[in-house]
Nanobody, 124 residues
Framework: QVHVVESGGGLVQAGGSLRLSCTAS????????GAWFRQAPGKEREFVAA????????YYADSVKGRFTISRDNAKNAMYLQMNSLKPDDTAVYYC?????????????????WGQGTQVTVSS
């Protein structure tokens, strides 16, 4: 059973930075891709960023483009989300997800394994 865990969330002032980490255990293969989603209070979960595991191609939501950077470390089975110039609107629970086989980039249904989420709070 694949187990995905996020870390690195916390409280930060607007304009600050945080780096989220995601590690996976229990798998013996490299996934086709990974992604970060987020869910703010009272809102649906939304796509933030995605990366392909082999080629390292990246995709971003318009709301975070230019501020967030997704990356992965194949050797460590880890994925990261560097978040800069944070805004109060970025406040949400951030989820890491992995796709064993590629079925799309932006939809939650494209991903097989999910972490429990890490809270990011940006104060104004």
């Amino acid at each position: 059973q694949v187990h995905v865990v996020e870390s690195g969330g916390g409280l930060v002032q607007a304009g600050g930075s945080l780096r989220l980490s995601c590690t996976a255990s229990g798998r013996t293969y490299s996934p086709d891709g990974g992604a970060w989603f987020r869910q703010a209070p009272g809102k649906e979960r939304e796509f933030v960023a995605a990366i392909t595991w082999r080629g390292g191609s990246t995709y971003y939501a318009d709301s975070v483009k230019g501020r967030f950077t997704i990356s992965r470390d194949n050797a460590k089975n880890a994925m990261y989300l560097q978040m800069n110039s944070l805004k109060p609107d970025d406040t949400a629970v951030y989820y890491c997800a992995e796709a064993r086989y590629y079925r799309g980039t932006y939809s939650e249904r494209s991903y097989d394994y999910w972490g429990q989420g890490t809270q990011v709070t940006v104060s104004s």
